[in-house]
Each structure stands twice: as structure tokens, then as C-alpha cells.
């Protein structure tokens, strides 16, 4: 049987960042209602709704009924942390692709910020410290700061990556950030900016972590022949993959070294038809510099153990550099939606609706979703018609 050919026709987004006075859900309500506007549809249009929130775990089933959504064919909520939007737009593909339903609004959102309270505390009383957790705690391994500090120093030992190569990576997002107006933070950085900022977690400066903010971003899931007779660029979705590898907590030879993209980015590029080498743009899960080093490297941008050098090297990364990256800022300096992020500037850059940070060519790009520690890993491969 031939695979129905799907695409991501709508995008939309709530505010994002420190905004405050709205529920998760009611974030959600709103991206939903965006994204239906941006793809010219009506919400009674939509057959098919996917959600998931992140640390306030604030949405659920009752969505629908918020929308005032009736007789939906698809309704489910999904968890695979900050691989989750990768595979919502998998498994909404799936679904057209086997008749279940036509259209789908696929969704997540978060409020971990409080106006007395700042990101870090939100997810520091999200980690919690009983039982076993309370044992880790107890040696120094209390978030996902400590946790992929670990593993970041693992990769630093191993291949010799050091903090310029690190800082390398963050100055060049606030870079594109600066053309972002959705973006948080702007203000140009430099390398001394980055070794200046406090410690978080050895090897982690301030600016090697994402930011924490509030908001909820959807897309619009439909047929690619439907897509073509609507309000926006079709972004057609071509391939897709993902990887757990299961071994949560465990020591294991590999822990930082190698990430679920040495396995879900080649499934991706095969089911897409296409290599690495003709990808366009690249939208990574950056939660942290590390992350998105090691992330490139996996997907073979660089050479195992040889990204921190070949990405720190001038021309590289940033605004005209020769690898396009985190085009909108990512989640270090542009906002923090969990695979949201990457994903949403994905559908930006390949619609062609980037304004000054547009990159020429789009006709390809890659999108990744990591979540937990490196346990769980989502490739998309998108283009254009």
C-alpha cells in the first residue's frame, strides 16, 4: 500500500516566555486555536487532537472539551519528554496514513514559571529527592543540570572537548536569537560573556543551559494534498524515527558519548530518501551546549569526538556560517518548549518565513527531540513539495 503523503500544514503559538496568568492548558488552547487560523481552517475542522505538557503536567483530555471539540476520532495524551513533539507529529502521520482521521491538532504547553518563582525552582521541586532519587541526591545528582553535567564531562574527558568549544556553541545561538523577535534573550553575547556567567553545574555555565518558560506551541497535522489547497506553505513530513535505548540510570560504556540520534537520525534520513549531506538546515534539542554538540555529532555533522573543534572553528555555526543551526536561538537563548522549539523554527525555515535570519536554502531539514538523560531520541526529516 502506498504511505498517504502528509504534511504540517498550520503552526501556532501562545505567548512564550515569562507570561503568566494562564494554566497550561488554557497555553494549549490558545496554540491550537492559532494554528487552525494559520492553516485557514475552523476549529470544527479538526478530527484529531494530540497533547502533551512538560513539567506542570497541567494538560490533559479536557482539552478537547476546552476547545469545544466534538466526535474526534484521535484523541490521546503522550509522554516522552523532549522527544514527545517529534514523535506527536510521528504517530499524527501514522494516523492519517491509516484512515483514522483526516486532520489533527497536535500540541504542547508548560507553566513552570510563577511570577514568585523562577525556573530553576520549578524544576528542582519537579526532580523530587525519595527513595532511591533521595539516595542520588545525596552523591550530587539531583536534576537534569547534574545529571547531563555528568555526562558532558564524560564526552570533555573522553575526546578532549573543552569550554571554549562549549561557549562556541551558545554565542553563536544568541546570534541568530538577535533575529528572532520571538526570542528571550538578545542581547548580543561573546565568548567572555559565556565564561563569565556562574557556574551551575561543573562543567556548566549560566549560558550552557536552556532558559524555563511558559507557553504552548501547535501544529496542524493533515494530508499533503489537503495541505496544497490551504492557507500556508505546505511543510511536507518525510521521514521520521525514533530510539529508546533503555538503560535509564544505568552505567553504561557509552553514557554521553553516543545519543539515540546515531540511530533514529540514519532511520529518518532512509525513510525520507535523502543523506546528511543534503540537509539544509538543522534544528536540535539543545537543552544544554553539550547536547547540541553531541547531537550533531551523532547525526554525522562531525566526526565522533571531533565536534567541539569543528564547530568552535570561525564560519561554522552562526548567521552565514556554513552549518545552519538552531536558526531562531534554540532553547538556550530563544525559548524553551521542550521539542517545540526546534520543531516550530523548523516549520518556519521551510515555509520560508524566517524574515532576517531566513536561511537560502530550506528545501530539507533535519529536527531532533531528546528527552529524559539521552534515554529517549525522535528524528524528523521535513521538506518542501
Known sequence: MTRTRTAIAGLGMSELGKVYGYTANEFASIAVRNAV??????????????????????????????????????????????????QMVQYAAMAIDAGMAETIAVVWADDPLQPDRGGGAAYASAAGASGWRGMMAAGGLYSANTYYALAARRHMARYGTTHDELGAIAVAQRAWAAMNPLAQMKTPMTLEDYHASRWISEPFHLLDCCLVSNGGIALIITSLDRARDLAQPPVEILGWAQTHPGRVGERNDDFGLVTGAARSGPAALAMAGTSIDEIDVVEVYDCYTYTALVTLEDYGFA???????????????????????????????????????????????????????????????????????????????????
Do not use: C
Open 303 to 385: 566526526p565522533k569526538g571531533e565536534g567541539g573543534a569543528f564547530l568552535a572553528q570561525p564560519g561554522t555555526l552562526g548567521p552565514g556560517g556554513s552549518l545552519a543551526v538552531n536558526t531562531g536561538g534554540g532553547e538556550l537563548s530563544s525559548y524553551y518548549m521542550w521539542g517545540m522549539t526546534p520543531l516550530s523554527e523548523a516549520v518556519i525555515q521551510t515555509r520560508g518565513q524566517a524574515g532576517e535570519r531566513q536561511v537560502e536554502r530550506h528545501d530539507r531539514v533535519l529536527v531532533s527531540g531528546n528527552g529524559g538523560t539521552l534515554d529517549h531520541h525522535a528524528t524528523l526529516v521535513l521538506g518542501t513539495i
Open 37 to 86: 487560523t494559520d492553516a485557514g481552517l475552523q476549529l470544527g475542522d479538526l478530527d484529531g487532537l494530540i497533547m502533551s505538557s512538560g513539567i506542570s503536567n497541567n494538560v490533559g483530555l479536557d482539552l478537547q472539551g476546552l476547545l469545544g471539540l466534538t466526535d474526534l476520532r484521535v484523541l490521546t495524551y503522550m509522554q516522552g519528554y523532549g522527544s514527545t513533539a517529534a
